[in-house]
């Protein structure tokens, strides 16, 4: 695997090599890792793309690179990365997770035999009339936590780290549709905002729900709205 990634990575870097600082890699994306055994295989991983790319010359002798945490994990990050990959320049290399909790607000499209789909989330948020769709972990302190956790791993030590996807979806069948609207509107407000004052930069995951792709018109102000909230509290 090792090869490969070395032959991909020197064949994308070749063709990218006069691109300024604005394009990034990334070497991976929510590689599976769920052991420190995981986590040094894909350590070799990382530092066969890193070498690789800067091997290349050009910009990418200097390029941002973009590291994933296992999994995209936050509490596998913070458990098992405990070192970063080896590079010939300081200061050019970011970590990235990804977070998706609770998941049963986030993305769970139907019950399981292991929980129900969330339809709200936060302080002053739970439905009365819905009571089984209130979330039951995972909201403020959850967040405060996780990303604290990134914070002290990682940005006090001068590692930058991005939250490369979140996303909650919008519901169509929620009883308490003011409840479930209000809800995502503060996740999305409360995550970018708890970020911010840790010095960790989002990236929200669209796939064309809240921007027309094509277009470029906004499709849900809501959520638009939410996000620069966030960013300017």
Same mark, same amino acid.
């Given at each position: 695997m090792n090869q490969k990634q070395k032959t991909y990575w020197t064949q994308i870097a070749e063709a990218f090599k006069d691109y300024d600082d604005r394009l990034l890699f990334a070497g991976a994306n929510e590689p599976n890792v769920e052991d420190a055994t995981g986590m040094s295989v894909l350590m070799t991983y990382h530092q066969t793309f890193?070498?690789?790319?800067?091997?290349?010359?050009?910009?990418?002798?200097?390029?941002?690179?973009?590291?994933?945490?296992?999994?995209?994990?936050?509490?596998?990050?913070?458990?098992?990365?405990?070192?970063?990959?080896?590079?010939?320049?300081?200061?050019?290399?970011?970590?990235?997770?990804?977070?998706?909790?609770?998941?049963?607000?986030?993305?769970?499209t139907e019950d399981a035999s292991w929980g129900s789909m969330f339809y709200y989330w936060g302080n002053g948020n739970h439905s009365t009339i819905e009571a089984n769709r209130n979330?039951?972990?995972?909201?403020?302190?959850?967040?405060? !936590?996780?990303?604290?956790?990134? !914070?002290?791993?990682?940005?006090?030590?001068?590692?930058?780290?991005?939250?490369?996807?979140?996303?909650?979806?919008?519901?169509?069948?929620?009883?308490?549709?003011?409840?479930?609207?209000?809800?995502?509107?503060?996740?999305?407000?409360?995550?970018?905002d708890s970020a911010k004052q840790k010095g960790i930069k989002m990236f929200f995951?669209?796939?064309?729900?809240?921007?027309?792709?094509?277009?470029?018109?906004?499709?849900?102000?809501?959520?638009?709205n939410a996000l620069m909230q966030g960013a300017g509290s």
């Open positions: 890193i070498s690789a790319v800067r091997a290349t010359g050009g910009n990418n002798s200097t390029r941002v690179l973009v590291i994933q945490g296992p999994s995209t994990d936050i509490e596998k990050t913070n458990n098992l990365m405990n070192n970063l990959p080896n590079d010939t320049v300081a200061n050019r290399i970011i970590m990235e997770v990804h977070y998706y909790t609770p998941y049963q607000f986030c993305l769970m979330a039951t972990y995972g909201e403020e302190a959850d967040v405060e !936590k996780f990303f604290g956790y990134m !914070k002290s791993k990682f940005v006090d030590r001068g590692i930058p780290v991005i939250i490369g996807e979140f996303l909650a979806i919008q519901r169509s069948n929620p009883a308490d549709m003011t409840k479930h609207l209000n809800s995502r509107d503060y996740y999305h407000r409360y995550l970018v995951w669209d796939t064309g729900g809240a921007i027309d792709r094509n277009s470029g018109s906004i499709k849900d102000q809501r959520v638009i």
